[in-house]
């Protein structure tokens, strides 16, 4: 089969770390250098990189930007503590500024720019190769010919540094030449899927239809898609995972109408030591993303708002697991454990 690719990047380094700033797509592709870790700690607190494993590696970049500004080693370890915890859920982003930190704290004070770089580098590279092998283990779930899918918020090239996880499975079997019609939810309040998903698809040639969260389950029922692909923030020990807040009901709906729930996340996004869903931190964002457009309000004044980004779904609703090392079917601590780094 063709090997499966994207014209689409979340980051880039260019003698220094650049982002594209997703805030801004579909009507602007701007990309922004980021100075240093305050800058990408601010970048990945406002979403202008987001998706669990491009803030891992966009943290990973930034903490090597920062031990070029300044190798002092007690100021670096802020730096990455400060990184590190800039958005809770995800896995990636702890584990990849920790990763730079520790080849920046064995290297002689002269190398650790170079140490960094290659150790941020080096997750790039490795998160590029497990969303390729990620793509060929899930498009197997998936036979046959006409296969249309659906999916949540966006887990493709703009949320990782190749070329998708979930989006990356649908890239797979779109390469085979036996992709449908990619479904993509909207994923309130931030759009996600309309503003990214739904671009990045478009402008690869992947068939995609957008949908508001609320028809996926009518769509489901009505036969019409072979099975949802997501993405994870983080894979806790039990196979429970947490993801775009909306994926929990997709993975309800599914179960009803027997659709395939299939959840694809490269090992850097596991975390055996967690082991439950309910010890997976929540991140609560600001009302503001739900009752604003813009300038426009869309609810009155002060009106009180839950806004948790993320919600967990229980490994009981989900067919299968895929990471690079291999697929989790059916979802448990065992063989969670089998495919976990
Ligand atoms: O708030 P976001 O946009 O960072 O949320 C992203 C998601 O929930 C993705 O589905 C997840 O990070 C997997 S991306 C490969």
């Known amino acids: 089969m063709a090997e499966p690719t994207t014209t689409v990047s979340a980051l880039r380094w ?21 100075g240093g870790a305050a800058a990408g700690t601010r970048a990945i607190r406002t979403l202008v990189v987001r998706g669990a494993p491009a803030i891992g590696i966009a943290g990973a970049y930034a903490l090597a930007v920062e031990a070029r500004r300044n190798p002092d080693l007690p100021h670096l370890r802020r730096a990455a503590r400060r990184l590190a915890t800039a958005r809770p859920t995800g896995a990636d982003l702890a584990r990849a500024v920790g990763h730079v930190l520790v080849a920046i704290e064995t290297a002689p004070s002269a190398e650790r720019f170079e140490r ?31 296969v249309a899918l659906l999916t949540h918020c966006n887990a493709g090239a703009l949320a ?30 931030v759009l996600q899927g309309a503003r990214l998903t739904a671009w990045e698809a478009t402008r690869d040639g992947i068939p995609v239809t957008l949908l508001p969260d609320s028809a996926a389950a009518s769509l489901m029922a009505s036969g019409a898609v072979a099975g949802v692909v997501l993405g994870a923030d983080r894979v806790a020990a039990d196979g429970s995972i947490a993801n ?24 850097t996004t596991f975390d055996l030591a967690c082991p439950t869903g309910a010890e997976i931190t929540i991140e609560l964002r600001s009302a503001d993303e739900v009752v604003r457009l813009g300038r426009r309000a869309l609810a009155p004044e002060g009106v ?24 989790a079917r059916p979802v448990n601590e065992a063989t969670v454990r089998e495919i976990a780094p």
């Open 14 to 34: 260019r003698d220094g770390l650049e982002l594209l700033d997703q805030r801004l797509l579909p009507q602007r592709e701007r990309w922004i250098s980021i």
């Open 116 to 146: 960094a770089l290659a150790a941020a580098r080096g997750l790039h590279a490795a998160d590029a190769a497990a969303c390729l092998a990620m793509a060929l283990h899930g498009a197997a779930l998936f036979p046959g010919e006409g």
């Open 304 to 327: 009180t708002v839950y806004n948790p980004a993320f919600d967990v779904t229980p490994p009981q609703l989900i067919t299968a697991i895929v990471s690079e090392r291999g697929v």
């Open 244 to 267: 775009k807040v909306g994926t929990y009901a997709l993975a309800l709906a599914a179960a009803r109408h027997g659709v395939p729930f299939v959840v694809v996340a490269p090992t």
């Open 160 to 189: 990782t540094g190749g070329i998708g996880s979930a989006l990356g499975v649908v890239r797979g079997v779109h390469a085979q030449g036996r992709l449908e019609r990619l479904y993509a939810c909207e994923a309130r309040p």
